[in-house]
Nanobody
Framework: VQLQASGGGLGQAGGSLRLSCAAS????????MGWFRQAPGKEREFLAA????????YYAESVKGRFTISRDNVKPTVYLQMNSLKPEDTAVYYC??????????????????WGQGTEVTVSS
């Protein structure tokens, strides 16, 4: 599985950005696709996940209501729509894939594949 994240850049506080994660695999089956971020000097933080087969989603409390994860089965691509941006959203954002069945994984170590990261900077 190869993941290619894009869409990062400079955003304004209160504004929006949409990140994309283009995925390539023979089949995604029950894969879970997740988004994480890592700010300088901090650990990688789980944000949201979507189960490829059903479209069901799970969010970290810190972004619930502001961020929306979705997937496009045709492309196939996973998106992270980020609204009401805050300066503290500044980080490198990563998409990841977990091939196992089970509850939504929220730890980086539970994911098997990672994209290269896309940088988001939010100015006040």
């Amino acid at each position: 599985v190869q993941l290619q994240a894009s869409g990062g850049g400079l955003g304004q506080a209160g504004g929006s950005l949409r990140l994309s994660c283009a995925a390539s695999a023979r089949t995604f089956g029950n894969y879970v696709m997740g988004w994480f971020r890592q700010a300088p000097g901090k650990e990688r933080e789980f944000l949201a996940a979507v189960r490829w087969s059903s479209g069901s989603t799970y969010y970290a409390e810190s972004v619930k209501g502001r961020f929306t994860i979705s997937r496009d089965n045709v492309k196939p691509t996973v998106y992270l729509q980020m609204n009401s941006l805050k300066p503290e959203d500044t980080a490198v954002y990563y998409c990841a894939a977990d091939r196992r069945l089970g509850i939504f994984p929220t730890s980086p170590g539970q994911y098997d594949y990672w994209g290269q990261g896309t940088e988001v900077t939010v100015s006040s």
